[in-house]
Each structure stands twice: as C-alpha cells, then as structure tokens.
C-alpha cells in the first residue's frame, strides 16, 4: 500500500511540473513543441516514477548509505 501512495504522488507531481513546463514553452516558443515536450514528459513520468518507488522500497538507498 506504501509502494501504491508513494507512485501515485510521484506521478501527480510529475504531472505538475510537466503541466507547468508545457504552459512555460507554450508563451515562449510555440503550442507544438509544447504538446510534444508535455506528452513526452507526460508518458516518461510513469516509467520514472516506478523506477523511483523500486529503488525506495527495495532500501537500495539505505543500503549503500550505511
């Protein structure tokens, strides 16, 4: 369940900062290079924040920490 609410909040916040980017890059370059950094980022949230939940569940952090 930990694993579950960690990767959702991850992937809310990279939504965020991908919603965020996208609106940036909208005003200053143009809409299409926009959409595509957007759904680029977008869909590579969700591989990347599982990557991140395994590598805090699994302890790899702590490990190599001690």
Same mark, same amino acid.
């Given at each position: 369940?930990?694993?579950?609410? %960690?990767? *959702?909040? @991850?992937?809310?916040?990279? /939504?965020?900062? &991908?919603?965020?980017?996208? #609106? ?10 926009? %959409?595509? *950094?957007? @759904?680029?980022?977008?869909? /590579?949230?969700? &591989?990347?924040?599982?990557? #991140? ?14």
């Amino acid at each position: 369940m930990k694993a579950l609410i %960690l990767y *959702v909040g @991850l992937v809310i916040v990279g /939504a965020v900062l &991908a919603a965020l980017l996208g #609106i940036y890059l909208e005003k200053a370059i143009s809409s299409t290079v926009s %959409l595509i *950094v957007f @759904l680029s980022l977008f869909f /590579a949230n969700f &591989a990347i924040s599982w990557v #991140i939940v395994i590598y805090i569940m699994d302890g790899t952090l702590r490990k190599s920490q001690a």
